[in-house]
């Protein structure tokens, strides 16, 4: 009975030495993701012409209210523009530009496109240190006059290279928005 009680005793100190462990370990520093509130493409018409742009605007991030829309006007029918994306924080004052720390951070992000209707094509003009695309700028073609949707989605750490497609990029999607838009 005494070597049970020994052997007993030995085996709860053992226990407890493995399940402690040590705290003095630094935790590993979290990256916090940037609140995203703005979203603003400027598509500019190769050879002269009016700038549109589309904004995305959602001031109370993930809460009741519905992002803003605003679409300056339409676009040019059988037209390439040239494309830039600028994200903005405007929780902050003055508001913090996220497009820096998405190109900072270039390798670990990416645009994807999809498009619907007169909008032909979207093609990459810019790389990650890689030579991945990774979408702030970009070239995006229209077809005959008629309707649109341009769906611009900024993910966070997706697969690269990947096939172009949301699916195969897997990652967390940071804003996504479509834009609904008249080609004439």
């Known amino acids: ?25 630094a935790p590993a520093p979290v990256n916090e993701e940037e609140l995203i509130t703005t979203m603003i493409i400027t598509l500019s018409p190769q050879g002269g012409g009016t700038v549109v ?7 109370d991030g993930d809460g009741p209210g519905a992002p803003e829309i605003d679409i300056s006007g339409p676009l040019d029918a059988s037209t390439t523009y040239t494309g830039t994306i600028q994200l903005l924080n405007k929780t902050e004052n003055p508001a913090e530009d996220i497009t820096l720390e998405v190109q ?3 390798e670990e992000h990416q645009f994807f496109y999809e498009v619907t209707g007169a909008i032909t094509d979207v093609t990459y003009t810019d790389q990650d240190g890689n030579g991945n695309p990774v979408g702030l700028s970009f070239e995006l073609t229209t077809g005959a006059a008629g309707a649109a949707t341009l769906q611009a989605t900024l993910r ?27 080609v004439q």
Not at 53 to 59: H, I, M, N, R, W
């Open 1 to 25: 009975m005494k070597t049970l009680r020994t052997i007993l005793s030995f085996a709860i100190v053992g226990a407890l030495f493995v399940s402690c462990s040590n705290d003095d370990d």
């Open 53 to 59: 742009t589309l904004q995305s605007e959602d001031l």
């Open 104 to 106: 900072a951070e270039d």
């Open 156 to 182: 966070h750490e997706p697969k690269k290279p990947n096939d172009g497609t949301l699916a195969d990029a897997g990652g967390e999607t940071d804003i996504s928005q479509p834009f609904n838009i008249t």
